[in-house]
């Protein structure tokens, strides 16, 4: 499956949901899958399905404290999907593609593209008129207002994936290439562009989803059907506490010090 997405939840809202996985099929947009441990998610056994009112479009979707938010399918709208009670309501995005145009990146999928950090729910997505990149930073509570928004003057379909970490958007430059880097940082609160060349390897010569997890440490991929976790070594970059309490931020993380095969 070339355009599956497989999460953890990095803010787990009971014990139970620390050993969960969940998972969509790209044939399946109406359902999400969910695992209640890495045994049964290896197996393809679920344990749950979710049935969602409205279908999702892409495979960068997120699990954020108990929610899954996506792109609705062939909308401009982030949908957040409580998985406790099934309630849905819907963001509206301005200015964002949404059928068989202007795709987000080189792998002509995806919309929208969601990132979940220490920092809370990120959107990022294409600007059609300009090709340039936009970043939404979105209260993840029900109501879902829009925090921050960046125009970044960046052409989004030149790269492969993008993600945030620590409040640095990061960009991978191929994600068919099996060595490839990440040359692109932007530390969105403070509109500084970093200094960075990173590795970033596609052992399997096709990632179509890249996700931080910020509880883990760690970057997980869907390379060709394969779900593979990266491990990361870096300095946070503290944006809730004072520099007394963290010290001069460091703003060059070392990433991918291997990688594990779920699948």
């Not at 979710?50 to 954020?64: Q, S």
């Not at 991978?172 to 060349?197: C, G, H, M, P, W």
Request: net charge negative; aromatic share 16%.
């Amino acid at each position: 499956m070339t355009y599956g997405s497989w999460m953890r939840d990095s803010v787990p809202p009971t014990e139970a949901d620390t050993d969960k996985f969940w998972f969509t099929d790209e044939n399946d947009p109406y359902h999400l899958h969910e695992y209640h441990n890495k045994t049964l998610f290896r197996a393809g056994a679920p344990s749950f399905k979710y049935r969602l009112e409205y279908p999702f479009k892409g495979n960068t979707h997120v699990i954020h404290n108990g929610v899954f938010y996506y792109n609705e399918r062939n909308k401009p709208h982030v949908r957040r999907f409580e998985l406790a009670t099934n309630d849905t309501r819907m963001l509206n995005v301005p200015m964002v593609a949404t059928k068989g145009s202007n795709y987000l990146y080189s792998t002509n999928y995806n919309y929208m593209d969601f990132s979940v950090d220490e920092n809370g729910l990120w959107v990022i997505y294409g600007i059609p008129s300009t090709n340039y990149t936009a970043v939404m930073k979105v209260n993840t509570d029900r109501n879902m207002e829009v925090q921050y928004m960046w125009n970044i003057s960046i052409n989004n379909h030149l790269f492969g994936e993008m993600f945030v970490a620590c409040g640095v958007l990061y960009a991978v430059d191929s994600v068919t290439e099996r060595n490839s880097k990440i040359r692109f940082a932007l530390d969105l609160y403070k509109n500084q562009l970093l200094d960075v060349n990173l590795p970033f390897t596609n052992p399997f010569r096709w990632t179509t989803m890249v996700g931080y997890n910020h509880k883990n440490k760690e970057l997980y991929t869907w390379d060709r059907g394969n779900q593979l976790t990266y491990p990361i070594r870096y300095h946070e970059i503290g944006y809730n506490t004072s520099k007394e309490d963290k010290g001069e931020p460091e703003t060059s993380p070392l990433v991918q010090t291997g990688y594990d095969v779920y699948s």
